[in-house]
Antibody, heavy 121, light 110 residues
Framework: EVQMVESGGGLVKPGGSLRLSCAASGFSFSSYSVNWVRQAPGKGLEWVSSITPFASHLYYADSVKGRFTMSRDDAQSSLYLQMDRLRAEDTAVYYC??????????????WGQGTLVTVSS | QSALTQPASVSASPGQSITISCTGTSSDVGTYNYVSWYQQHPGKAPKLMIYDVNNRPSGVSTRFSASKSGSTASLTISGLQAEDEADYYCTSYTSSGSHLFGTGTKVSVL
């Protein structure tokens, strides 16, 4: 079964750090671009970052650039999001999502169930 | 970058058709044929319904179709069913290599 499972969410104070993980299975992880997408409570979807195979290209939303770092471990079929200098507005459910193919320009076909990150004092 | 613009809500009776618009700019929808549409039920992860403007992934009903004209993309749901009641989001690849989501549209089946 093709699936992606996020972990690592939780409660963190403003200015703190958190590392999210996403474990993929059922497909050749190294052949696909993967992404993080978040959704604040009661709000719409917001793309956060993308990484292409071999980590050859990395892209970030302006709202997280310089604070979040995305990485991948193809040997472990895993995706990570290191979140530093967290703000209240980073509070959201974070989804990992696999792109349709090698390139990250198309749609996101496979999604995890999401992990909640709450930034509050 | 601002989110792509979608109507906040659309409603119709079962069996009818609805169309949701998604308006961007020349830096995203107007230039790239990488427009996708997602369906999201409450508390669930989004589901890809359309990719590359007008292509359906395997398993998505043919009642869902989409198109693009200039900087505006559109999703049409024909033969509306109760299970179609959900939030719908468009997204587009952009000239900066990012992805821009729409503001979201709540579809209600009367």
């Amino acid at each position: 079964e093709v699936q992606m499972v996020e972990s690592g969410g939780g409660l963190v104070k403003p200015g703190g750090s958190l590392r999210l993980s996403c474990a993929a299975s059922g497909f050749s992880f190294s052949s696909y671009s993967v992404n993080w997408v978040r959704q604040a409570p009661g709000k719409g979807l917001e793309w956060v970052s993308s990484i292409t195979p071999f980590a050859s290209h990395l892209y970030y939303a302006d709202s997280v650039k310089g604070r979040f770092t995305m990485s991948r471990d193809d040997a472990q079929s895993s995706l990570y999001l290191q979140m530093d200098r967290l703000r209240a507005e980073d509070t959201a459910v974070y989804y990992c999502a696999r792109s349709l193919g090698y390139y990250d320009s198309g749609g996101f076909l496979v999604w995890g169930q999401g992990t909640l990150v709450t930034v509050s004092s | 970058q601002s989110a792509l613009t979608q109507p906040a809500s659309v409603s119709a009776s079962p069996g009818q058709s609805i169309t949701i618009s998604c308006t961007g700019t020349s830096s995203d929808v107007g230039t790239y044929n990488y427009v996708s549409w997602y369906q999201q039920h409450p508390g669930k992860a989004p589901k890809l319904m359309i990719y590359d403007v007008n292509n359906r992934p395997s398993g998505v009903s043919t009642r869902f179709s989409a198109s693009k004209s200039g900087s505006t993309a559109s999703l049409t749901i024909s033969g509306l069913q109760a299970e179609d009641e959900a939030d719908y989001y468009c997204t587009s690849y952009t000239s900066s290599g990012s992805h821009l989501f729409g503001t979201g549209t709540k579809v209600s089946v009367l």
